[in-house]
Nanobody, 115 residues
Framework: QVQLVESGGGLVQAGGSLRLSCTASGSTFSGKRMGWYRQAPGHQREYVASIFNNGNTLCEDDVEGRFTISRDDDKNTVYLQMNSLKPEDTAVYYC?????????WGQGTQVTVSS
């Protein structure tokens, strides 16, 4: 059973930065497109950004230029550097394999941005 563990969230003022990390036990990120997702209160989980095995990245328009996804396959870890945070970025953030064979979701990490 794959277990995803996200960390790095917290409370930050608008304009601040956080760096999220995600690691897994039971499988490897190597060779997989990995993504970050978020779920705000009262909303469905949504896709934020992803990184391919070759390092190419994609980001949703509302985080483009502010969030950067990266990976370290030797550490089996995916990162999300979040800068210029806005109150609307407040959510629980999750990572997962971007695939129809997604792993069970982890507990996520809470990001709260105060205005």
């Amino acid at each position: 059973q794959v277990q995803l563990v996200e960390s790095g969230g917290g409370l930050v003022q608008a304009g601040g930065s956080l760096r999220l990390s995600c690691t897994a036990s039971g499988s490897t990120f190597s060779g997989k497109r990995m993504g970050w997702y978020r779920q705000a209160p009262g909303h469905q989980r949504e896709y934020v950004a992803s990184i391919f095995n070759n390092g190419n990245t994609l980001c949703e328009d509302d985080v483009e230029g502010r969030f950067t996804i990266s990976r370290d396959d030797d550490k089996n870890t995916v990162y999300l550097q979040m800068n210029s945070l806005k109150p609307e970025d407040t959510a629980v953030y999750y990572c997962n394999w971007v695939s129809s064979w997604q792993w069970p979701w982890g507990q996520g990490t809470q990001v709260t941005v105060s205005s």
